[in-house]
């Protein structure tokens, strides 16, 4: 540079000819000349296309190759020796070097698409699901996080749920409204099966019944991608990827999802103390002024859950998602509503709720509650060491204590322990356990004493003799008594 420097100055400056700079500098005239029309210099410039004499009448047909590779699968698509095999079957005379230099021209120069700076209007939001790995209860899995953005603050909200599924993708709209504080009032989603129906066209959507619900609750515009262009929605898309680096490294290690979805809360609550690039006040800032252009959430509760209509099996079971839960055996061949979250399972029956399970999401499995099946047990005594309820039902030791001591000494001890277990569905395990572990076995304890025990010692009303399970004494009528009798035995007793 500094004798570039050097000929421009003798030249242009101090007068120097051109024929004397050519001596004196040891250069070409050419170079003289470039060098006076450039003031740095300008490096290699190719001017003329380079030729290719084996190659070039190839070039279309190799271009047409390494077009059909970018429509292929991933893993099946041409290498460059395979299209050099191509194009020597058709009669290519160069060599594989040849093909591997035309190839890296041909893709030196793809075509890219150009995008339009968007603005950000306030009271816009986007919405997509994510997958991370977190540690649930001491077991490695995969989770799918729901995510929903705020266009114009960046405000986001994240929860994650074991599935992507109708009631995580409503229950998530319901939490993301009440955090917000507002509903926004045009949402964008890319084409899922749990919103959309059918594509009928590059914007319009046939909706499943389940969004439409939740439309006509919070009355929002839909707005849809157009397919495989996710870039549409680039909003939600950078808030899942910094959401899975920062909130989710390390690895979450957390006891169930109620906890992480907790800790995920807290995590949105400080990213709004952040400053985006290219504005000057805090999220938290920004979504103050999204408040007022938003929509506000309608009163009452949203039905987020899943809501099915079916009818208990003759094995008090109903089957639900590709399982069966257990209800009463008093629910049996009765309609029931089953009502779903992602996490628990509720059953009921003429409005009352009779059973509640967690989520099952496997397939063909038999989630029991034994205490459905103790009223039967009671009428069926001899069904209790071959009743699958029962079979893994994990109880404290004293309970088998007590059931070979009452088998041992009572003719009727096995029904007397079914009524013992009885307890259980009106007091906890903890309980009775606590109240079995005091009692002498050798008197054989039987399940009327045992609710004595449990009976609280300031509730005396609770305490009072009940008929319920007693179906031998319904009949008994017992006669009032004549008060008159006590006053005569007052008179003969003065007397």
């Given at each position: 540079?500094?004798?570039?420097k ?5 030249v ?39 030729d ?14 390494v ?6 699968p ?48 306030p ?18 899995q ?27 993708f ?5 939490r ?20 959309v129906a059918?594509?009928?066209?590059p ?7 389940a ?27 950078g ?40 504005k ?5 800032e ?6 007022g252009?938003g ?15 079916t ?7 109903v ?11 008093e ?9 779903a ?6 059953i ?27 009223s ?17 039902w ?36 903890a ?8 009692l002498d ?16 010692q ?7 003799f ?30």
């Open positions: 540079m500094q004798h570039w050097a000929i421009r100055q003798a242009l400056v101090d007068g120097m000819s051109k024929r004397q700079a050519c001596r004196d500098f040891g250069i070409h005239w050419e170079t003289l000349r470039k060098i006076l029309a450039y003031p740095a210099p300008p490096g290699y410039r190719r001017v003329a296309r380079v290719h004499p084996v190659m070039g009448p190839w070039m279309r047909r190799l271009a047409e190759l077009e059909q590779r970018r429509g292929q991933r893993k099946q698509r041409y290498t460059i020796k395979r299209m050099f095999e191509t194009l020597r079957s058709e009669g290519f005379p160069g060599g594989y070097t040849t093909v591997k230099d035309a190839v890296r021209e041909l893709n030196l120069t793809p075509a890219r698409e150009v995008f339009l700076p968007l603005r950000q209007p009271g816009e939001a986007q919405v997509d699901f994510g997958e991370a790995l977190a540690s649930i209860g001491g077991v490695l995969k989770i799918h996080f729901f995510v929903m953005s705020l266009v114009h603050s960046d405000a986001m909200f994240v929860m994650a749920f074991p599935h992507e599924c109708t009631e995580a409503m229950e998530a709209h319901v993301a409204f009440a955090f917000f504080g507002f509903v926004p009032k045009r949402i964008t989603y890319d084409n899922s099966r749990i919103p059918r594509i009928i066209g914007h319009e959507r046939k909706f499943t019944p969004f439409e619900a939740l439309l006509s609750y919070a009355l929002f515009q839909p707005h849809f991608c157009n397919v495989r262009r996710a870039n549409e929605k680039g909003v939600v898309e808030a899942g990827r910094y959401s899975r680096v920062n909130f989710m490294v390390p690895v979450p290690q957390v006891a169930d999802y109620d906890l992480l979805n907790r800790y995920l809360l807290e995590c949105c609550r400080n990213d709004q103390l952040r400053k985006v690039r290219g000057t006040v805090t999220k938290r920004l979504l103050a002024e999204e408040r252009a929509i506000a959430i309608a009163p009452g509760d949203f039905e987020y859950r899943k809501v099915i209509a009818t208990a099996s003759n094995q008090s079971l089957r639900f998602g590709g399982n069966a839960y257990s209800v009463p055996v629910c049996a061949y009765l309609p029931v509503t089953v009502k979250s992602t996490t628990r399972v509720w009921e029956q003429a409005g009352e709720i009779v059973a509640t399970h967690p989520r099952c999401w496997g397939r063909d499995q038999e989630m029991f509650d034994p205490r459905h099946y103790l039967l047990l009671e009428r069926k005594p001899g069904g209790l060491d071959h009743c699958r309820p029962m079979a893994d994990q109880l404290p030791a004293c309970f088998g204590r007590i059931q070979r001591c009452l088998e041992a000494q009572r003719r009727d001890g096995r029904k007397e322990y079914i009524r013992i277990l009885m307890l259980l569905r009106e007091y906890p395990i309980d009775v356990a606590a109240v079995l572990n005091q076995l050798s008197r054989t304890p039987t399940a009327e004493v045992i609710r004595q025990r449990l009976v609280p300031d509730r005396p009303e609770l305490q009072t009940r008929l319920a399970g007693r179906r031998h004494l319904a009949g008994v009528q017992v006669a009032t008594t004549n008060l008159q009798q006590y006053r005569q035995l007052r008179e003969v007793r003065h007397a």
